[in-house]
């Protein structure tokens, strides 16, 4: 298959009109300034909407409404632009309207840095803004990952009526790798009956808001969002796995620092400690059954946990480990990227700590 060399903003924006998305609407903010650069020639040439809006505030906004019409919407931003759109994903959330949003990470808290990390995770994986309400979290780790996991990333949208969150550090929205598209296809249809694009036929319009003023509408409301998000859980959960069967160490990592953590699998075996990894590609659903799953099993001694952040999917990890073997961690933050060296040095103390 023919592989085409491109630059991580614009084969994740490429990918996204590719599988039908038919509207942009962002502002721009380092690192992913790119995404809506691409998108402003590239949407008008697909028969596509682009603005850039005044502000993150009306440009989530704006999504809403797009969504609201039934067609394939999407925005992106980097860490504290997401964090003015948190109010409208939960409103989009609570309207059942599906939509992706692409998180490209910077170092924070606050303004930080522009170069790449990963402290957005508690943010997309808890929800940001208000109320019982949960975004699918999907993080490549390659760029053929990101094209790949942008068109999964609308169809979980869609099956589900739910934004869906792509979450990449900056490092992978601007790096350059090989990419091989690949044909999409599905049978599977999704319902656009509830749009908000006229009465097509019905008695009457369809009305979509997030707003329930009786307390037991608004609960039953929150008992069927609940129900789909354990649909979620059940059919969206996603993890790969490189040498685990026999792995006395298991690191895991997500988005770069996994593939840092695969080159270090692969030294620390030379040396001769049976090293493993997990990856999260799904960052919600967590994939805790499967770590609870090798956590039970006895040749595996300790598990590393390896981010570009303090700590924030250690979590996670602990949750589903869940005391049955020690778990620890390793992060650089604020930008700096671990390296191949240290994450072996990291996990070597830890093996020597549990062998």
């Not at 609407?25 to 650069?37: D, K, L, S, V």
């Not at 008695?203 to 409301?221: K, M, P, Q, V, W």
């Not at 967590?286 to 609870?292: D, E, G």
């Not at 952040?309 to 020690?326: T, Y």
Request: with cysteine.
């Amino acid at each position: 298959m023919k592989r085409e060399i491109w630059k991580g903003s614009e084969a994740i924006s490429e990918a996204a009109i590719r599988c039908g998305c038919r509207g942009f609407f962002g502002y721009p903010i380092t690192p992913q300034n790119e995404i809506p650069e691409y998108m402003s020639y590239r949407m008008p040439q697909a028969g596509g909407v682009f603005v850039q809006a005044e502000s993150e505030l009306a440009a989530i906004n704006m999504v809403y409404g797009a969504a609201a019409s039934g067609i394939r919407v999407m925005t992106s931003s980097s860490s504290p632009g997401i964090s003015l759109k948190q109010e409208g994903i939960s409103y989009m959330a609570g309207a059942q309207l599906p939509a992706v949003i692409v998180n490209v990470m910077r170092g924070s808290p606050g303004l930080g840095s522009i170069q790449p990390a990963q402290g957005d995770y508690y943010q997309a994986t808890r929800g940001g803004g208000n109320g019982d309400y949960r975004t699918v979290t999907l993080a490549p780790a390659t760029l053929q990952d990101a094209v790949e996991l942008m068109q999964d990333a609308f169809d979980i949208a869609d099956r589900y009526r739910n934004p869906v969150m792509v979450l990449v550090d900056g490092l992978i929205a601007q790096m350059m790798e090989p990419v091989v598209w690949k044909e999409r296809e599905t049978d599977e249809a999704f319902d656009k009956s509830w749009t908000a694009s006229g009465r097509q036929g019905r008695s009457r319009n369809n009305f979509i808001t997030s707003l329930f003023i009786d307390a037991s509408i608004c609960e039953n409301h929150n008992e069927l969002l609940r129900k789909k998000y354990t649909a979620m859980e059940e059919r969206e959960c996603r993890w790969k796995e490189i040498m685990t069967e026999d792995a006395e160490i298991i690191l895991v990592a997500y988005g770069t620092p996994s593939r840092i953590a695969e080159t270090a699998v692969g030294v620390l075996r030379e040396q001769g400690i049976k090293a493993g990894l997990l990856r999260p590609v799904s960052l919600w659903p967590f994939p805790s059954p499967r770590l609870k799953e090798l956590a039970s099993q006895s040749h595996v001694k300790a598990f590393l946990d390896v981010e570009m952040s303090m700590g924030q999917m250690l979590d996670d990890v602990r949750l589903a480990v869940a005391e049955r073997k020690p778990v620890m961690f390793y992060g650089r933050t604020g930008g700096m990227i671990p390296s191949v060296s240290e994450v072996v040095k990291a996990a070597c103390e830890a093996y020597e700590e549990v062998k």
